[in-house]
């Protein structure tokens, strides 16, 4: 995420051409990791493009989220919207 991150704020200024569903995950188990940097980035994106952006937070969810049935779920029926 970090990667493309950095690649729409550099190349796109942060503008999405196509809406935009984002999973993040947020720890809540873990100090180390950083919530609020990964909520700025994508309230930073939301104000640039407003309603195209969409983010869903997952709480613990993994780094590979869609394997969790619950969160799985929940991907599919969003990206099915």
Known sequence: MVYYYK???????G??????VSFRT????EKTYKNMDAVK??????KINGKKVTT??????????WRIPRYSDQI??????
């Open 7 to 13: 690649i729409m704020k550099k190349e796109l200024n």
């Open 15 to 20: 503008k999405i051409k196509v809406p935009l």
């Open 56 to 65: 869903h937070y997952l709480i613990n969810a993994t780094h590979l989220p």
């Open 26 to 29: 947020l720890w809540f188990e």
């Open 76 to 81: 599919i029926d969003e990206i099915k919207k």
């Open 41 to 46: 980035n994508e309230e930073e994106l939301y």
